[in-house]
């Protein structure tokens, strides 16, 4: 397979894009990444993406390491294993079109709560029942769509910034290789999509380092609300993905 056509030069570029989202929000790889090469390299789904938000979350986390909340990530996590195992095993059964519907739809009311709670004066505090949720759903979305990270980023939006981005890094770390694990037992991982990921690393990491300097001028209000505005556009798209 030729790696310089026009559509590996603009599918890095995109990674590029996304890779300094997800650095400067915590949250945006897989909601930009994963609905533009559906369309232009749908290869790249599931496995290479996932392995792509893999190397993205890896280099958050060490950035970052200092902020951590692990007692949230394990509540995370613990919901995101049972799900995960049960959307590979599930893929090519149920109709991935209806549940991505229904994981947009989840994702848009998810939002529209969070800024009725704001415009109230109120503020969503994480808590281990919403993470161990939240878990659930993220781990259903990540395996099947490659997009799992807006229900923790929803929950996680008035934490502080960097405790935002390291948590959801390390969540992206452990709980894409149980995704990556899940689709390996049934198959549908290999050397192949290792190599195709491999192969967008490198801008991937140019767009992660861009992000730094950004993410440290982010005022921690606009945070929340680019973190809004991220898990809605990655709903819409996705939504849009399916209905078209």
Known sequence: MPFFTQDWLIAGAVIAVAACLQGTGGIGFGMVAA?????????????????LGLMVAVLAVTRERAALDPKGLGFALAGRLPTSI??????????VRDLSIVFALVILGGVAISVTVSLRGRRIVPSPGKLFAAGLVSGFMGTITSVGTPPIALVYQNADAAALRATIGAYLV?????SIGALAAVGRFGLHDLALGAWLALPLAAGFWVSGPLAA?????????LVLALSAAAAGLLLVKQVI
Not at 86 to 95: N, Q, V, W
Not at 174 to 178: D, K, N, R, S, V
Not at 217 to 225: E, F, G, K, S, Y
């Open 35 to 51: 609905p533009v090469m559906a369309i232009l390299m749908p290869e790249l789904l599931p496995g290479p993406m996932l392995l």
């Open 174 to 178: 452990a709980g894409t290789l149980i």
């Open 217 to 225: 001028r982010l005022p921690r209000n606009a945070m929340r609300w």
């Open 86 to 95: 049960a959307a590979a095993t599930l893929i090519g059964i149920l109709p």
